[in-house]
């Protein structure tokens, strides 16, 4: 069973920045995708940010976030984090961790909260 466990969320002024943190049971080299999305309160999931492992590294990002988050991650500790930069209110959600290697799977979610 693989687990996938999300950590960092919290509450922040709009402007401000956060880290998310994602860790999954098994080698980050296991997985050929690994993703962050979002659910704001009534709105369906979507996604934020991908990195895909390949030959290379791919980075995929959603236009409301170019610019402001990035995706990096740390092999050596196995560790996937999400650092949002310059805040918005909009920017409130539930954030998943997913990770795939021919089947999702998704973390329970950090609530973000950002105030205006």
């Known amino acids: 069973q693989v687990q996938v466990v999300e950590s960092g969320g919290g509450l922040v002024q709009a402007g401000g920045s956060l880290r998310l943190s994602c860790s999954a049971s098994?080698?980050?080299?296991?997985?050929?995708?690994m993703a962050w999305y979002r659910q704001a309160p009534g709105k369906q999931r979507t996604h934020v940010a991908t990195?895909?492992?390949?030959?290379?590294?791919?980075?995929y990002y959603a236009d409301a976030v170019k610019g402001r988050f990035t995706i990096p991650k740390d092999n050596a500790k196995n560790m996937l984090y999400l650092q949002m930069n310059s805040l918005k209110f909009e920017d409130t959600a539930v954030y998943y961790c997913?990770?795939?290697?021919?089947?999702?799977?998704w973390g329970q979610g950090t609530q973000v909260t950002v105030s205006s």
């Open positions: 098994g080698s980050i080299f296991s997985w050929n995708v």
């Open positions: 997913g990770v795939n290697s021919g089947h999702w799977y």
């Open positions: 990195i895909s492992n390949g030959v290379r590294t791919n980075y």
